[in-house]
């Protein structure tokens, strides 16, 4: 996957107006999953990354030893990266994992999920629909 179909999958998936948008979302959410995960599963999505945020999750990987959040701990922690707002947090993460399930193959998407399953589950409102992952590209 390239930066530009990354940047391209959560702009789209986000709404964003700008890319800017979507990097900023994508850096926060990123860096949180890449805390989330276990070592292993972190560097395998991070070689599944371009350049900028394989190096973040695999960077993040280091810093908490498997967090293992409860999605409103997750959500909140990326609240706190982008300035506090949760409702923003919540719909960055919806677009950004929206993203990772278009782009990533099946069995990435799949390990994700079983690291992680509850984080999968958060609803996210995006403007004009409402949608539950998996999430399917439209």
């Known amino acids: ?3 530009r179909e990354l940047m391209t999958a959560v702009q789209e998936a986000g709404a ?11 850096a926060a959410v990123l860096a949180e999953l890449g805390a989330s995960l276990s070592w ?8 599944r990354l371009p350049g900028r945020f394989g190096r973040l999750v695999r960077e993040q990987s280091f810093t ?8 409103a701990v997750l959500i909140a922690r990326i609240a706190e990266r982008e300035g506090g707002d949760v409702d923003r947090a919540r719909h960055n ?19 994700l999920r ?3 399953p509850a984080v999968f589950e958060v609803r996210a409102e995006t403007p004009g629909h409402s949608r539950e992952f998996p999430v399917e590209p439209s």
């Open 16 to 26: 964003f107006r700008t890319r800017k948008e979507a990097e900023q979302a994508a």
């Open 64 to 71: 908490t030893s498997m967090g293992r959040f409860t999605p």
């Open 40 to 47: 292993g599963e972190a560097q395998k999505l991070a070689a």
């Open 93 to 111: 993460m919806a677009a950004v994992l929206a993203a990772l399930d278009r782009l990533l193959p099946p069995g990435i998407g799949e390990q």
């Open 114 to 116: 079983a690291e992680i």
């Open 1 to 3: 996957m390239t930066d």
